[in-house]
């Protein structure tokens, strides 16, 4: 029997990076449920520095390296995953259009008040769902195809690529001027992600 040709890195990274978003964006909704109560500044501070994270992290590093070397390896060792492969390019590519406008709405809502709330809760559990169901289709379509397809130096080449600018909820190196915007999503939100009040 072959050897499977696969790294466990690049796989490993993914999975974690999957498993980090899941987390945040499980506890974004938990906070959203408990709503403001008696302390709106630390829920819209805790709401925003979670929907910052989103943008900085899942949106600006770990979708283009999914989208300029892991999609494009897999398009041409299994072309029958090109309209799947097609659709999640279109989530990334609307991406950080998204998660602004959950910003934008979450602003309203705190500059504005309560008229706002409704729009940004249904909004949010949109984009939660959505983007669950996006990594679950990338976890249970492409990540097995790729390790059954891609040789070893596809899988040199994309370790290089994913051990970079790794997720620092995710195992990477946190770098010293993110350190309160960790901290802050630490202590101020719910597990699976954080350490605060449910």
């Not at 600018?165 to 350190?179: I, N």
Request: proline letters at 7%; a negative charge; aromatic letters at 8%.
């Amino acid at each position: 029997m072959k050897a499977p040709s696969h790294s466990n890195t690049t796989l490993q990274i993914l999975r974690e990076e999957h498993a980090a978003m899941a987390a945040v964006l499980r506890s974004l909704t938990m906070m959203i449920e408990r709503g403001p109560d008696k302390q709106p500044g630390h829920f819209f501070d805790a709401l925003r520095a979670m929907l910052f994270y989103i943008d900085e992290f899942p949106e600006r590093r770990h979708h283009p390296k999914e989208s300029n070397h892991l999609f494009p390896k897999l398009a041409r060792v299994a072309p029958e995953l090109l309209p799947v492969i097609h659709q999640l390019e279109a989530d990334h590519m609307n991406g950080e259009a998204n998660v602004r406008e959950l910003q934008h709405m979450l602003l309203a809502w705190e500059l504005i008040g309560e008229t706002r709330r409704l729009p940004f809760v249904e909004c949010a559990r949109d984009y939660v769902r959505f983007y669950l169901e996006h990594m679950r289709i990338e976890d249970t379509q492409l990540l097995p195809a790729a390790a059954r397809l891609l040789t070893a130096p596809d899988w040199s080449e994309l370790d290089a690529v994913f051990e970079d600018s790794r997720d620092p909820l995710a195992g990477g190196v946190r770098e010293a001027h993110y350190e309160d915007l960790f901290t802050r999503i630490v202590l101020k939100t719910p597990a699976p992600i954080g350490v605060g009040a449910v």
